[in-house]
């Protein structure tokens, strides 16, 4: 483990088919409650490959939280307070455009917010001053790079650049709004990756997403849109990223990330 205080503290939010990270050696579990209430469920702190993590599962595990009941704010709260600087979030979604193809793992550049209603940000205006951070580059672009570099280390074939469309879900999209998204320059789609990335960038922790794509959206494949369908293509995305962050966490451990 680096014993480097200026090493990156790294957490790794993990969503559908990410229950847990193969071969973590945990240390100990954080119920990480806070002012914003508890995080989805008590984040495990362990080593992986020498590197010390904070991992969170989002819908809770075993799985149960719907992505618009999840509370983002006490999950990004209870990472920053155990001090991590970077944050990686794993997220299950549709592929919409034609390279974003089930199977395909995808490190996006920009998201579209289509979500609604939730809490989206720390900022009651109880601090006498408005904040408005800047999301042009909602996704921390060092950290991108060595999602990417990572994965070109390991073989991993990826895209390295998409636009994430979030939806409120907890249903799937229909045909006409998929084609809306494929119009506003979205190419995959997805239900869990807003307001996490924008409440991380309040905090000041450098944030990215690795995307997998699970199905075509709606409207644009031959297979139904089930949970049975989309199973085992997760189940293999999953191990494909589990042996992405094997190699990743130790390379952000040496790198020296701003
Ligand atoms: N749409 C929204 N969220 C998803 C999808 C989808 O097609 N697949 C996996 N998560």
Redesign the pocket.
């Known amino acids: 483990m680096s014993a480097d205080a200026t090493a990156p503290c790294i957490g790794i939010i993990g969503g ?1 088919g990410i229950h847990q990270i193969e071969g973590l050696e945990l240390l100990r579990e954080h119920a990480g409650e806070n002012s914003y209430g508890a995080p989805s469920r008590p984040l495990q702190e362990g080593v992986l490959n020498g590197q010390r993590v904070f991992f969170l599962q989002r819908h809770g595990s075993p799985r149960a939280i719907p992505p618009h009941l999840i509370n983002y704010r006490a999950n990004i709260e209870a990472m920053r307070a155990l001090g991590v600087t970077h944050l990686i979030g794993i ?4 592929g919409i455009s034609a390279d974003m193809q089930p199977g395909r793992l995808v490190v996006p550049d920009q998201l579209v917010d289509y979500t609604w209603g939730r809490e989206h940000t720390f900022d009651d205006g109880s601090n006498g001053t408005l904040q408005h951070i800047d999301f042009t580059q909602p996704y921390d672009q060092a950290l991108r790079l060595a999602i990417i570099d990572s994965a070109e280390a390991a073989g991993i074939p990826h895209e390295p650049c998409g636009v994430h469309a979030v ?1 409120q ?1 907890p249903r ?2 229909t045909a006409a709004e998929v084609r809306r998204f494929a119009g506003d320059g979205c190419d995959v ?3 869990t990756g807003m307001p996490e990335a924008a409440l991380a960038r309040e905090c000041g922790i450098a944030y990215a997403t690795i995307c997998m794509v ?2 075509a ?2 409207g644009l494949g031959d297979l139904p ?1 089930t949970q049975d369908t ?1 199973r085992d293509i997760l189940q293999r995305e999953a191990a494909v990223v589990r042996r992405l962050l094997g190699r990743l966490l130790p390379q952000l451990a040496s790198a020296g990330l701003e």
């Open positions: 559908t997220n299950a979604v549709g939806t879900g799937l999209e789609v997805g239900m699970v199905n959206a709606a849109l989309m």
